[in-house]
C-alpha cells in the first residue's frame, strides 16, 4: 500500500488529541462500524440537549463511551465532508472546489481513484469492507468498489435526487421507497456483520436519514413529538440499536469500535424541526453549526464509560485514529 503523502499530515497530527480518549491497549485488531447521519444538528439528540426528539439508543451509546462535544465535520455541506472523512484530507486538497455531487460539482469531479481511502487501508491489512448506504462523492466511474469497499450497498447521490439502489455495478431498484432506506440500509449491514467471522470487518454505514424529505417509515410515523423529522431521526436511533444488538448477540461488543457523527450541520428547509442551538447557523454556512455536530464513540472496555471531551477534534482525525488502532 501507498504511504500517506503530506495531505494526510494535518490530520495525523490532529489525531494524536483523539489516540488519548481510547484508554487501554487492545491486543486484539477491532472491528469498526463508522455510522454517518445526513443532516443531523448538534442539538437534534437527546443525549446533546434536544428537548424534541427522544433518542435512547444514542443516549445509552454516550453513556457506554464518549460523547465529544468540539467535534466538526469536514465541511458544511455532504460531498466533501464525506470526501473529508473518507480520506482524512481537507476537500479542497483532493480536487474538491465547491457543491455536491448533481448541484454545483461537475459532473466527473468527486472523491479522486487515485486518493488512498480508509477502506483501501482496513482492506489492505485484511479486514473485510463493506459500504450500506449514501455514496454521493462522485457518479459511476468514482462509484465505492473502486474505492476500497469489498461489498456495497449503496445511493449514488442523495434521498432527494435519486431512488435508484445499487449493488455492486447492478441495479437493484430504480424507484426505491425513501421511507424504507434507513430499514433497507439497517437490514445490509447487519447482514454484512454476520456474514463471516473469520476476518475482522470495516463497516462504512452513511445513512441518508434525516436528509430531506423526511417521509417516516410507517412503523416510526407519529412516533416523535417532533413532526415527520422526528420520526425519521427517531427511527435512525432504532435502527442503530439493532446494529448495536447484532454486535452484543454475536460477541463483538467489546471488539468492535462504534462511531457515530454526522456528516455537516441542520438544512434550513426543515428548520421548523431541527437545531444546532446553541450555535448558529447550518448547511452551507461558515457559522458554528455548519460543522459542530454530535460524534459519539463506543468501544466497551478499552474506551472508559460516559465521558465526555471538548477538545477540538475533526471527522478528518478519523482516519488515521481508527486506521492506527487497526492496521
Not at 484508554?23 to 445526513?38: F, H, K, Q, T, Y
Not at 424507484?175 to 447487519?190: L, S, V, W
Request: glycine share 10%; hydrophobic share 40%; aromatic share 10%.
Amino acid at each position: 500500500m501507498p504511504a500517506p503523502s503530506d495531505r494526510f499530515l494535518p490530520a495525523l497530527l490532529a489525531a494524536i488529541a483523539l489516540l488519548g480518549i481510547f484508554g487501554a491497549e487492545s491486543s486484539a485488531r477491532p472491528n469498526v462500524v463508522l455510522i454517518m447521519a445526513d443532516d443531523l444538528a448538534y442539538n437534534d439528540l437527546s443525549c446533546y440537549g434536544s428537548e424534541r426528539i427522544e433518542t435512547p439508543v444514542l443516549d445509552k451509546m454516550s453513556e457506554q463511551g464518549i460523547r465529544l462535544t468540539s467535534f466538526y465535520a469536514g465541511a458544511t455541506v455532504c460531498s466533501p465532508s464525506r470526501m473529508a472523512l473518507l480520506s482524512g484530507s481537507y476537500p479542497t486538497r483532493i480536487g474538491w472546489e465547491g457543491g455536491v455531487i448533481g448541484y454545483g460539482m461537475k459532473g466527473y469531479s468527486g472523491l479522486p481513484r487515485d486518493v488512498v481511502t480508509i477502506a483501501e487501508v482496513f482492506r489492505a491489512a485484511g479486514y473485510r469492507t463493506a459500504l450500506s448506504g449514501k455514496w454521493h462523492v462522485g457518479k459511476r466511474e468514482l462509484a465505492p468498489m473502486h474505492q476500497g469497499f469489498d461489498e456495497t450497498y449503496y445511493l449514488l447521490a442523495s434521498n432527494n435526487q435519486t431512488q435508484t439502489l445499487w449493488r455492486g455495478e447492478e441495479v437493484v431498484d430504480e424507484a426505491f421507497d425513501n421511507r424504507r432506506f434507513t430499514e433497507a440500509f439497517t437490514r445490509e449491514a447487519i447482514r454484512f456483520i454476520t456474514a463471516g467471522r473469520e476476518k475482522p470487518f470495516f463497516l462504512y454505514l452513511p445513512y441518508t436519514a434525516p436528509h430531506f424529505p423526511a417521509e417516516p417509515h410507517p412503523d416510526w410515523q407519529g412516533h416523535s413529538a417532533n413532526g415527520a423529522y422526528g420520526d425519521v431521526v427517531e427511527e435512525l436511533d432504532g435502527r442503530i440499536g439493532e446494529i448495536l444488538g447484532v454486535l452484543g448477540k454475536n460477541g463483538l461488543d467489546e471488539n468492535t469500535i462504534v462511531v457515530f457523527l454526522s456528516d455537516n450541520g441542520p438544512e434550513r428547509n426543515q428548520s421548523q424541526f431541527n437545531s444546532a442551538a446553541p450555535y448558529a447557523g447550518g448547511k452551507w454556512s461558515a457559522r458554528e453549526g455548519g460543522t459542530r455536530v454530535p460524534c459519539i464513540v463506543r468501544w466497551p472496555g478499552v474506551i472508559p464509560a460516559g465521558r465526555e471531551c471538548d477538545r477540538l477534534i475533526a471527522a478528518i482525525d478519523l482516519f488515521p485514529t481508527l486506521a492506527a488502532r487497526a492496521v
